[in-house]
């Protein structure tokens, strides 16, 4: 979304509200996996730079941190 606006596009309240859906379950999945402030403000900036594919990275990245996290009890 912040990319479109950039280019003069953003006129668009359906883009504006799916921003800021986007931009709630950032926040609610970083509370939820208790990232730091610190991390839950760059996610919530990447997503709010790149919109959707900035969501659904972060939806990746939890994924593979939760198989490390357990991959990591296994092992122990």
Known sequence: MGLIMLLD???NGILLL?????LVLTYWECRTN???WRSTLW???????VHVVGYIVLRLWLLGRR????NGSVEA
């Open 67 to 70: 198989g490390e996290a357990v």
């Open 34 to 36: 208790e990232l730091t």
């Open 18 to 22: 799916t921003l800021l859906g986007a």
């Open 43 to 49: 996610w919530l900036s990447l997503v709010l730079l």
């Open 9 to 11: 596009a953003g006129g």
